[in-house]
């Protein structure tokens, strides 16, 4: 009986570990969003200081082009927009990671308590 | 230890906490600090930059001044040549966009980003001091319990 018991457990802290590992990937991928649409917000600020005479220039590569300021502040927006949604969708993602590792929690711990009183 | 007694110094309860608890809290803290001061480095270090651009467009000849300067074209050879407009310039705002501006209006956009660095400085500024004080109290807490521990350990002899 302990050795199946202690199998479980084994493979039961295995799955935990990759959860964990799941979750660390989100978190990066979180922080690195945040980046992106703080940027982003920066760009959009100054955008909107500026009067429609004004000339901007987008980064395409090697080359700078020259750009409508509505274009600029329309490419600004949809990133925003993209930013925000992949923000959400990770959250909701991490907050379902979460729920799976109580579960592995409760687990691991009953199979440690069930090891325990079977000594 | 729940997360609640690592981040609100106010609440913990010195007597209540074991040794071990205390330690870890104690290594909690210090990884927030390092994390602070880093931050804090990184945040000082991009400040510099636009206070360097700040100071590299105050230097830009007027039209009518001499406004010829040397170009680089490799690491080893610069041409000579002049400044065309020195009327312009372009600013790198980010996400690949630039835009152009008077002299003028861009020591202005680097003042901005310049202050806007300084306010966020300022802000993990006073996390961290709190931070550094509740080191410094446990710091105190972790004596006591080592000064009582020996002298328990001196009555027993």
């Known amino acids: 009986m302990a050795p199946d018991l202690n199998k479980k457990l084994e493979d039961e802290v295995e799955k935990y570990r990759q959860t964990q590992n799941d979750m660390k990937k989100f978190v990066t991928q979180q922080q690195q969003l945040f980046i992106t649409k703080t940027e982003n917000e920066f760009v959009k600020q100054e955008f909107e200081n500026l009067d429609s005479e004004a000339n901007i220039y987008k980064l395409v590569g090697p080359v700078l082009v020259k750009q409508e300021l509505g274009e600029g502040k329309e490419t600004v927006e949809k990133r925003l927009v993209y930013c925000e949604g992949e923000l959400k969708r990770l959250a909701s993602l991490m907050k379902d990671t979460e729920k799976k590792l109580e579960i592995h929690r409760e687990v691991i711990s009953k199979i440690q308590q069930q090891i325990a009183t079977n000594k | 230890m729940s997360a609640a007694t ?119 500024q006073k996390v961290l001091y709190d931070k550094l004080l509740t080191r410094q109290q446990i710091n105190g807490i972790i004596q006591m319990h080592l000064q009582q521990q020996q002298q328990q350990q001196q009555q027993q002899k």
């Open chain 2, 6 to 124: 690592a981040s609100a110094p106010s609440d913990q309860q010195p007597a209540g906490l074991s040794m071990a608890q205390i330690e870890q809290v104690r290594t909690q803290l210090q990884s927030d600090i390092e994390m602070l001061q880093s931050s804090i480095q990184r945040l000082q270090y991009a400040q510099e930059g636009f206070g360097e651009s700040m100071l590299a467009v105050s230097r830009l000849p007027t039209n009518n001044q001499d406004n010829s300067l040397l170009v680089p074209l490799s690491s080893s050879m610069y041409v000579p040549g002049r400044l065309s407009d020195p009327d312009h310039v372009l600013v790198d705002v980010g996400t690949g966009f630039f835009i152009e501006m008077r002299p003028k209006k861009a020591q202005d956009y680097f003042k901005r980003k310049h202050d806007y660095i300084q306010v966020e400085i300022d802000k993990l």
